[in-house]
Structures are given as structure tokens and as C-alpha cells.
């Protein structure tokens, strides 16, 4: 989804360099320029629109997380069982 977005902001600001509404860059450069604007413009906007889904994949991970403890917890009395 990242790439999603990078990949929009990258077509929309080369639409806008191509439109002379931003400076083409230096010399050939055009194409670095507008890669870098992207990742710049695209990271703040990643952050605020795939916050629903960084928040369903942790709550995903905690769950794990969580189970595995439990199993090793389980895991652990049963070795401490064994030897007393």
C-alpha cells in the first residue's frame, strides 16, 4: 500500500513538473528531482492514510505475541512439573 501511494505522488508530481506548475531540476536531474519529492511528500501522507491498517497489523502481532507467550509459559510448568 506504501508503494501505492509513493507511486500516486510520483505520477502526480511528474504530471505537475511535465505542466511547469514545479521547476524541472537541474540540468537532467528531473528524474532524481521527482523522485525525491516524492518520497517526501508521500511518507507524511502514508503515515495518516494506512494508520486503520498499521493499527489492524499490530493488533494482529500483540495477538500473536500474546499466544506465543502463553505456549511458553504452558511449556514452562510443564518443565517444572516434571522435575519436582
Do not use: H
Not at 6 to 25: I, K
Amino acid at each position: 500500500m506504501r508503494l501505492g501511494v509513493f507511486a500516486g505522488c510520483f505520477f502526480v508530481l511528474w504530471g505537475l513538473v511535465y505542466l511547469r506548475v514545479l521547476p524541472r531540476g537541474l540540468g537532467d536531474s528531473n528524474l532524481l528531482w521527482v523522485l525525491v519529492l516524492s518520497v517526501v511528500v508521500s511518507a507524511p501522507l502514508s503515515f495518516v492514510l494506512l494508520r486503520k491498517q498499521r493499527e489492524a497489523m499490530s493488533e494482529q502481532i500483540v495477538t500473536k505475541v500474546d499466544r506465543a507467550k502463553s505456549r511458553l509459559e504452558a511449556n514452562r510448568s510443564q518443565e517444572d512439573g516434571v522435575v519436582q
